[in-house]
């Protein structure tokens, strides 16, 4: 070595924050300094293999080493880098150099980390470093541990002893904010390396056990080294570690700690990451409070609280809030101000977001919370070259994604698509393939000004862990088409009930597995005339007629599910009425007339005129009988009064019938909550109107105290609009009597054509969707 490392004894040891920008600076300054011949970062050893990438143009951090087991890809963790993490840095620095400077991983493989608990690694919990310097969590896949006691956070305890209350308030203090150009650029290292010396002998491991296998690995890759380099070699680790990288220990010992380890076969591989993802409160253990800002302090070499309200007041104009030059100057001074008045070195994050929310806010947290969402945490999305190792799956997504102009973002966005056009209706297929998939990059929203059937609303989304669930789907196939069809038709063989393969048949229509669907189609005629439960049945019926109703929209052949859905029909209108009769709680009834509005438009949809007349016939029955209970007789008696089929009278007879003295109060709440569900047909029905005022009125004091939460439950779900007609209705009474033409006051006593078709222009142009 060189430099002021010149008469060192040993290697040079860089205790490090993980995603510390004040770090990051002063990793390459020593390494400047020192001029080590070889560079051992703290890291899985089998990432090494892919390192020469990180200086591909390609590469942009945020990034992350993936490592999962081979054959068990849910088994994974990652360690994430950053363009100010250290370790990244010092990646890039050896690498900038002639030669260019050897780079070794010297972390416990992965190989060890995920055979040793194989029920707990998940996907996206993150492995890497720990909190604060480095309390450590990257030996556990999960980022915590159950067995170990509560963890010390060296950061905390360091800033406590100096007397603040904020940890990431002292380290921007004495390190963020320390200038680049220090005399010494080893000396904050060695005093780093110093405090944390003196909390190893307070507190040992700092309650994880699992550090002492992974720091005696360590050593024994720094042996290795010094037998090829001699001393001449910098460490970058956490500053957790370096008390324990600098101790005597013997050889003989540490490989007494790593005997007997479990071992799995794994796999790597560069995946984008996330500013967001790097955020503690995405759960991340190493996670930091603020990447973007951590970001904006690392690339913004002069001015930084200058450049940052100039962002601030940026983001701010473009959700068009008027803030000038003037209200950055205010804000920069004001929060010169604050930092002074508190003895901070610099204005830190603390007193920028105070100015901010002072001078461009106007005091208000709305905007203040857009800020700290977009900026101070960030939705900064990394890149990997397209030569990096990735599973065959991900390689053709990849391809579809560039082909159909489908890029990956970390911001939420919603993307509307027409299905009438192909780019659209590929876009749609894609989507709905990597849902059936799990992989849920985008998730279906309801469409904004439209209800066609040939409109679908997405909110896309892409977060890191995503790149996991692309791995484990990879065991379906090497093609995202033949992945998806594999996966539906090992589900259709595995569901053990009869709706889960009709919601499967539905979604491998909109998916486009025409592939899949004479499997799915064996099992559902298998299921389906097996099970003889109404409610099953009638949970499966929907889906099916949504398929057969809309599969033309996106030109798949649903045709094969109609005899299927037929059958179902039919058995639902044989086996309703007896289980409607069979001594229903209120429970069970509520449920069915839940499955009975869900048949009634599923009938609707298949459109044959027989099935329609059978299941009115149903209805019919349903709406009669005394033995059904009244919620489920008064939906009956609404749905066919909707549908044309039941007469006014012997509507009001029905409600008459259901309302009267000799019925029992609570079975004729529940008619009322069936039948008037909406309440609308109320507003506009004064006789029905007058019978539910009437029985109201009748109804026994002892048992009103009975009825009044179902009559409270029904009314009160109506929208504020017609409780209040109908409350007026009530106020002033029965309405005039009709005039001699049979019509209300101010109504003519028969519908005028020429008025009624002036609307049908409107109409046409509303229906017709955009032009082609």
Not at 154 to 177: F, K, M, N, S
Not at 347 to 353: C, K, S
Request: with cysteine; charged share 25%.
């Amino acid at each position: 070595m060189s430099g002021p490392a010149a008469g060192r004894r040993g290697p040079l040891l860089l205790g490090v924050r993980h995603h510390g920008p004040g770090s990051a600076r002063a990793v390459r300054a020593a390494l400047d300094a020192a001029r080590p011949a070889a560079v051992l970062i703290e890291g899985p050893p089998e990432g090494e293999a892919l390192l020469p990438l990180a200086a591909d143009p390609g590469m942009r951090p945020p990034v992350a080493l993936l490592a999962h087991v081979a054959d068990d890809p849910g088994r994974a963790a990652f360690w994430p880098l950053a363009a100010f993490s250290p370790e990244w840095v010092a990646i890039r620095w050896a690498q900038e150099q002639e030669g260019p400077v050897p780079v070794r991983f010297i972390d416990l493989p992965a190989a060890h980390t995920l055979a040793a608990e194989p029920g707990r690694g998940a996907a996206g919990s993150g492995s890497g470093p720990g909190p604060g310097p480095d309390a450590d969590a990257d030996a556990d896949p999960d980022g915590d541990s159950c067995s170990d006691p509560v963890r010390l956070d060296p950061l905390a305890v360091l800033a406590e002893t100096a007397g603040y209350d904020d940890p990431e308030r002292w380290w921007e203090d004495v390190v963020e904010h320390r200038g680049p150009g220090a005399a010494d650029p080893l000396g904050a290292f060695e005093a780093l390396a110093e405090a944390m010396g003196a909390l190893r002998e307070a507190y040992g491991d700092g309650g994880n056990s699992r550090d002492r296998v992974r720091e005696a690995y360590m050593r024994q890759r720094m042996r290795a080294a010094r037998r090829e380099f001699g001393d001449a070699y910098a460490v970058v680790c956490g500053a957790w570690h370096v008390p324990a990288l600098a101790a005597r220990t013997t050889a003989a010992a540490d490989k007494a700690l790593l005997t007997g380890l479990p071992k799995a076969k794994v796999e790597t591989a560069w995946v984008p990451w996330t500013h967001r993802r790097l955020a503690r409160a995405g759960g991340y253990g190493a996670g930091i409070t603020s990447p973007g800002w951590y970001a904006h302090l690392f690339a913004a070499r002069d001015r930084p609280v200058e450049r940052w309200l100039t962002k601030v007041a940026g983001l701010l104009r473009e959700e068009d809030r008027q803030v000038s030059p003037a209200h950055v100057i205010e804000a920069v001074r004001l929060a010169g101000t604050l930092a002074a008045m508190r003895g901070r070195p610099l204005p830190g994050l603390a007193e920028t977001l105070e100015a901010v929310r002072a001078v461009m806010c106007d005091g208000s947290d709305v905007p203040l919370a857009l800020i700290e969402d977009r900026l101070v945490v960030g939705d900064v999305l990394g890149e990997v070259p397209d030569g990096a190792p990735v599973v065959p799956l991900q390689r053709d997504l990849t391809r579809q994604q560039r082909s159909l102009r489908l890029k990956a973002e970390a911001q939420e966005r919603e993307l509307e698509l027409d299905l009438r056009k192909d780019s659209d209706a590929a876009k749609s297929v894609l989507l709905h393939r990597l849902r059936l998939l799990g992989i849920d990059w985008g998730a279906p929203a309801a469409s904004r000004g439209s209800t066609g059937t040939f409109r679908e609303t997405w909110r896309l989304r892409w977060e890191p862990e995503l790149s996991v669930r692309v791995a484990e789907a990879g065991i379906w196939g090497t093609t995202v088409v033949a992945a998806a069809t594999a996966k539906a038709e090992a589900d259709a063989a595995g569901a053990a009930e009869l709706g889960e393969v009709t919601a499967l048949a539905e979604r491998c229509l909109l998916a486009g597995l025409s592939g899949a669907l004479p499997a799915v189609l064996r099992a559902l005629a298998d299921r389906a005339a097996l099970d003889t439960d109404v409610a099953r049945l009638a949970k499966a019926l929907p889906a099916l007629a949504r398929s057969l109703r809309y599969g033309d929209v996106r030109g798949t052949d649903a045709s094969a599910l109609a005899t299927v859905a037929g059958g179902l029909a039919e058995r639902i209108c044989v086996a309703l009425p007896p289980a409607c009769a069979a001594g229903l709680d209120s429970g069970a009834a509520a449920e069915l007339r839940g499955h009975v509005d869900a048949v009634h438009g599923a009938i609707a949809l298949l459109d044959e005129e027989g099935l329609r007349g059978r299941w009115s016939a149903v209805l019919r029955a349903l709406a009669g009988r005394d033995r059904v209970p009244g919620l489920i007789r008064g939906r009956a008696a609404r749905l066919l009064l909707d549908d044309g089929r039941l007469p006014a009278e012997e509507t009001a007879r029905l409600m008459g019938l259901a309302l009267s003295p000799a019925a029992p109060p609570p079975d004729a709440a529940g008619w009322i909550e069936g039948f008037a569900q909406d309440g609308t047909l109320l507003v506009h029905d004064d006789r029905l109107l007058a019978l539910i005022d009437t029985w109201l009125a009748g109804v026994p004091e002892e048992a009103f105290t009975d009825v009044l939460p179902l009559l409270r439950r029904t009314f009160g779900a109506y929208e504020p609009g017609v409780r209040r007609s109908l409350g007026e209705l009530v106020r002033r009474g029965p309405s005039p009597k009709p005039a001699p033409g049979g019509a209300p006051a101010g109504f003519a006593p028969a519908l005028d054509p020429s008025r009624a078709d002036a609307v049908l222009p409107v109409l046409a142009l509303l229906l017709s969707g955009p032009p082609a």
